[in-house]
């Protein structure tokens, strides 16, 4: 059986998986991902927001919205990207140096990033940047306040950090060299809508606008994260929810002999005995999650949504 492959090693890749194991991709639960398997309704969206340039104004209430919802300091800006991805692959050419330290195991676009501007990746040791993603994919680490000044520059990918707003790191925004990366296709679920932010110093993010260029970011994708982002009541009721379905995969799991690793309440990640042989008893039943070409017995499970999906899982399981 050929096995699914990617150019770098992600979740989802649910047509290769189909390809491999059998079945149409609308046939298939797809845990491979940190993506909230219930995400934020977006309603609708102004005609205006299709049909007409995204200015300043239009990106003024995702801003507001934003400061607000994160807490961002004053001192700090708020530049609106077509998602995280965008500002993960440019920050590289918009900083000075040749060493950044990223600490493995983490998501791996980052040090692919600036390998391909040419910096050398190291995981520890002296260096001119630094990069976290806190809490960690996949195993939920979390970075310490005392840990961001070791660099020139700390850049801290928060994407998985609207799960537990305490633990952002946020406030240090305002710092030099400190920059704060936001998502919305993970606590929020909305992928496809490719919207994301940077929080840094406003001559940061100034440059990071030039290098995105003008419009970067669609009039719907800014009407619907400020909209998401000022529907207080949704993230407080979204992050209970995420912790009791956490719990209940951690228990799930466990009834199966698997040892929690660490994650977030909206992935977990597990030892098994053997993580190829699970993934692939998993995806006979068209159940694809997540295994790491550096670890035999780390498995990665996102959420199942509705209770067809959670009694699906299970069945598989057993």
């Known amino acids: 059986m050929t096995?699914?492959?990617?150019s770098r090693d992600h979740g989802g890749g649910l047509d290769a998986a189909a390809a491999a194991f059998s079945g149409a991709r609308e046939d298939w639960l797809d845990l491979s991902?940190?993506?909230?398997?219930?995400?934020?309704?977006?309603?609708?969206?102004?005609?205006?927001?299709?049909?007409?340039?995204?200015?300043?104004?239009a990106a003024e209430r995702f801003i507001i919205a934003a400061r607000s919802f994160w807490s961002v300091p004053e001192g700090a800006a708020i530049l609106p990207a077509p998602g995280a991805s965008a500002l993960i692959a440019r920050l590289p050419a918009l900083i000075d140096g040749h060493r950044v330290r990223i600490p493995g195991p983490t998501y791996n676009e980052h040090a692919a990033s600036f390998g391909a501007a040419g910096w050398r990746v190291v995981p520890e040791g002296e260096a001119d940047a630094q990069v976290r993603v806190h809490p960690n994919?996949?195993?939920?680490?979390?970075?310490?306040?005392?840990?961001?000044?070791?660099?020139?520059?700390t850049i801290i990918d928060?994407?998985?950090?609207?799960?537990?707003?305490?633990?952002?790191?946020?406030?240090?925004?305002?710092?030099?060299?400190?920059?704060v990366?936001?998502?919305?296709?993970?606590?929020?679920?909305?992928?496809?809508?490719?919207?994301?932010?940077?929080?840094?110093?406003?001559?940061?993010?100034?440059?990071?606008?030039?290098?995105?260029?003008?419009?970067?970011?669609?009039g719907p994708a800014l009407e619907i994260g400020a909209r998401a982002l000022e529907d207080r009541a949704w993230a407080e009721t979204t992050r209970r929810r995420l912790a009791r379905d956490a719990a209940?995969?951690?228990?799930m799991?466990?009834?199966?002999?698997?040892a929690l690793v660490g994650g977030t309440t909206l992935f977990r990640t597990y030892n098994v005995e053997d993580a190829e042989a699970f993934q692939t008893r998993l995806a006979r039943a068209q159940i694809w999650v997540r295994i790491f070409p550096y670890s035999g017995t780390w498995v990665r499970l996102g959420l199942p949504g509705g209770e067809d999906d959670w009694r699906r899982l299970w069945d598989a399981l057993a």
């Open 137 to 153: 994919n996949p195993d939920g680490r979390r970075m310490a306040e005392r840990e961001i000044g070791t660099t020139p520059v």
């Open 253 to 258: 799991m466990a009834s199966r002999g698997a």
């Open 181 to 218: 990366l936001k998502s919305f296709g993970k606590f929020w679920g909305l992928a496809g809508l490719r919207l994301g932010a940077m929080i840094a110093t406003s001559d940061l993010c100034a440059r990071m606008a030039e290098s995105l260029g003008p419009w970067a970011v669609s």
């Open 248 to 251: 209940r995969l951690d228990a």
């Open 33 to 57: 991902t940190g993506i909230n398997p219930l995400p934020y309704p977006v309603g609708e969206v102004t005609q205006a927001a299709w049909a007409e340039l995204p200015d300043r104004a």
């Open 158 to 179: 928060e994407s998985f950090c609207d799960t537990c707003p305490d633990a952002s790191h946020v406030a240090c925004a305002s710092d030099p060299g400190v920059v």
């Open 3 to 6: 096995r699914p492959m990617q």
